[in-house]
């Protein structure tokens, strides 16, 4: 009497589905390797192929005449970034990015201290709340928001008005660097937007640091005879490190290749992201736009290295 032919295929299934459990069993690495295949092609294609695609392009060169492309090895396109304009806004981008990662760890060590030793409970929940939830709403929307905050009728004017500080105001916006005739379209104002928008990529970081460092560290600390300050400094600030270089590579990175808070809370003069988008946009020169676009690549390399010696990836 033979089995019926739905048996015969389903003992079929499970005899395949059976050898190949015994095959990763026996191979686990095997399994480890098809699993990892398709995101590390993905990986490789898209990311990695995209980016020596770039380099590559910078390799090249625009016709003056033309305005084509000139396929032949050449690091003229180089050269030109040492240009005093486009130099400059290399220059301007890294200090911003600077300025603004250092103004973030200033705001975001004391609220990841305080999230870190004594939010507990509900308390800690509602402060993970607080800094995630501006991460939910969309990013054009809180840049726009700011933009209206920061112009001349917005809500920031107003309080300098009803505050009677409208001269602070003024002086702020009359030096040379920073300032402009309103705080929508002035350095100051992308660098608030920008500390606002980042902010939370530091705080978190911090924090986690922050909640690895043993309390009894800072009793024996003051027990020892250290004040507030000594204690931050040989105590709070080298354990912390790694949290701090950790949000570091987020908020400086960010603001590095960033161009639309530049573009929509700045002044006409431009940053690395805008420029690699006017360059392959309006200008059409690819290959310049291509050189541009590696060098936040270099920086974050060298920034990166840096960062691995002093042990921020345990922080991430």
């Known amino acids: 009497m033979t089995a019926p ?3 015969v295929i389903l003992d079929g299934r ?8 015994d095959l990763f069993w026996r191979r686990p690495n095997l399994l480890l390797v098809l699993m990892l295949v398709p995101p590390l092609l993905w990986l490789g294609i898209i990311y990695v192929g995209s980016l020596l695609a ?3 392009q910078s390799f090249f060169s625009i016709d003056e005449f033309s305005g084509l492309i000139n396929y032949e090895f050449t690091l003229s396109t180089y050269g030109q ?3 005093p304009a486009n130099f400059d806004v290399i220059l301007r981008t890294l200090l911003m990015a600077t300025a603004v990662t250092i103004a973030s760890i200033g705001l975001a060590f004391p609220i990841a201290y305080y999230a870190a030793r004594y939010a507990q409970g509900k308390w800690k929940a509602i402060f993970y709340l607080g800094i995630m939830l501006p991460l939910w709403s969309s990013y054009l929307v809180k840049v726009y928001a700011w933009k209206l905050i920061l112009a001349k009728e917005g809500i920031l004017t107003w309080i300098f008005e009803k505050l009677h500080l409208t001269w602070l105001l ?4 009359a030096i040379p660097v920073i300032g402009g005739s309103s705080l929508s379209i002035s350095y100051i104002g992308t660098f608030i937007v920008f500390c606002y928008v980042w902010l ?10 922050l909640e690895r460092v043993p309390g009894n ?3 024996a600390s003051g027990d020892l005879g ?7 400094r040989h105590v709070l600030l080298p354990l912390s490190l790694p949290g701090i270089v950790a949000g570091s590579i987020f908020t400086f990175s960010l603001t590095l290749g960033d161009y639309i808070i530049p573009q929509i809370v700045g002044t006409s003069r431009l940053f690395i992201g805008q420029a690699v988008y006017a360059q392959q946009g309006t200008a059409g020169n690819i290959p310049l736009a291509a050189a541009f676009s590696v060098v936040p690549i270099v920086i974050m390399g060298i920034y990166l290295s840096i960062a691995k010696r002093l042990g921020a990836f345990d922080a991430l």
């Open 81 to 83: 970034l040492l240009q």
């Open 200 to 209: 939370p990529f530091m705080i978190l970081p911090i924090q986690a640091s």
């Open 217 to 219: 560290l800072i009793e």
């Open 170 to 173: 003024d002086a702020i916006l």
């Open 226 to 232: 250290a004040d507030a300050r000594q204690t931050f």
């Open 14 to 21: 499970q005899g395949l589905m059976g050898r190949l459990s």
């Open 54 to 56: 770039l380099l590559l």
């Open 5 to 7: 032919a739905s048996t």
